[in-house]
């Protein structure tokens, strides 16, 4: 067993990402989501990909952990366009970042999706039940709700984690998600 750091990380702290247009991405995660913008940085700096002097924004929208989802949008094309996957993955949508809520958001996040005529999907995984959506600019969000027995669940999965990887990876490749209620993964 390795050594483990002795003091985890605290919280995640942000995750960017890079947008076009910061104005049309506020208005999906402030506007239609509801998370707050709670910072907005101007800035410049010599690019040493372009080697020159380029101007940029970024954003950062509040967490309730005190973590952020942030953005970056630049004023210069071709920085924009080297910031962007050369070829993106045929199926795109293991490619996200998920957030827990609670249930009383997990509703509220599917009516506001709704009533802004945006596409929502939903999945029960059993461990927890998901809602998927996607930014203008492609990014997958996933909101998640845990179950009542989420603790249990838990206990459930740590207790064998190291067990169900080695199998796995010995080639074992039976499912050990009997709470699924079916469905591909998502």
């Known amino acids: 067993m ?29 506007d239609v989501l ?27 929208y509040s967490m309730g952990d005190g973590g952020a989802l942030a953005f970056f ?18 199926i795109g949508s293991f490619d996200h970042i998920s957030f827990k809520v609670d249930a009383t ?14 596409p929502v999907r939903v999945t029960d995984h059993g461990y927890c039940k998901s809602m998927y959506c996607t930014s203008p600019d492609g990014l997958i969000m996933e909101f998640t709700v845990d179950p009542p027995d989420a603790a249990r ?7 064998d984690a190291h067990a169900e990887l080695k199998r796995w990876m010995a080639g074992d490749l039976r499912p050990n998600n009997d709470l699924r209620s079916g ?4």
């Open 2 to 30: 390795p050594k483990l750091l002795s003091h985890p990380p605290e919280r995640l702290h942000h995750r960017a990402f890079v947008v076009k247009d910061q104005e049309r991405n506020r208005q999906f995660f402030e």
């Open 34 to 60: 509801g998370i707050p913008l709670a910072a907005t940085w101007c800035e410049s700096h010599h690019s040493p990909w372009v080697d020159r002097e380029v101007a940029f924004c970024h954003t950062f």
């Open 73 to 90: 949008s630049f004023a210069d094309e071709e920085v924009y366009r080297k910031t962007q996957a050369a070829q993106p993955a045929e």
């Open 105 to 118: 958001a997990f509703d509220e996040l599917i009516d506001r999706l709704h009533g802004a005529d945006k």
């Open 153 to 159: 669940i838990d206990t459930i999965r740590r207790a």
């Open 183 to 186: 469905g591909a993964a998502d």
